[in-house]
């Protein structure tokens, strides 16, 4: 009985300590354009939004959950604002900014969130950014 005892404790033994170690702690990063990002892995952090600025660490994992799943609050979901400078969404009265060519693009425009690098952002801060409207076109709003 010992015999056979002795090996399965151990191969269970094994398989618990990397099953402990397979999970991974979440990765968190603030992105250069002040967004969060949020992963299991550092690999694609914050592409789109300019790289990151700063990873965020901590210390452990997080702490398994000790509510039942019939008494935990159902998750919400929420749309996030676009962020201002953002890749993504254009918001009201932004500019789509071609950061190679450094000429941005207004709502309605050909190229208007088209071009391989560019950010939204509103007009002002473009200009101010020393990018130029399209044709030194201002945009109408």
């Known amino acids: 009985m010992r015999r056979f005892l002795l090996p399965v404790l151990t191969v269970l033994g094994l398989t618990l300590s990397v099953a402990s170690h397979a999970q991974s702690l979440p990765v968190t990063a603030t992105c250069k354009d002040g967004s969060p990002f949020s992963g299991t892995t550092r690999s694609g952090a914050c592409r789109g939004h300019g790289g990151v ?32 400078g953002s890749r993504g969404t254009p918001g009201a009265g932004q500019v789509w900014v071609n950061t190679t060519s ?31 409207a399209d044709h030194n076109k201002t945009c109408t709003s």
């Open 53 to 84: 600025q700063t990873w965020n660490t901590t210390a452990s994992p997080p702490a398994p959950s000790t509510t039942s799943p019939a008494s935990a609050p159902a998750p919400t979901t929420t749309k996030a604002a676009p962020v201002q």
């Open 102 to 132: 450094k000429i941005y693009h207004c709502p309605g425009d050909r190229w208007y969130g088209k071009t391989k690098a560019g950010e939204y952002m509103p007009e002002s801060q473009a200009k101010s950014s020393g990018y130029r």
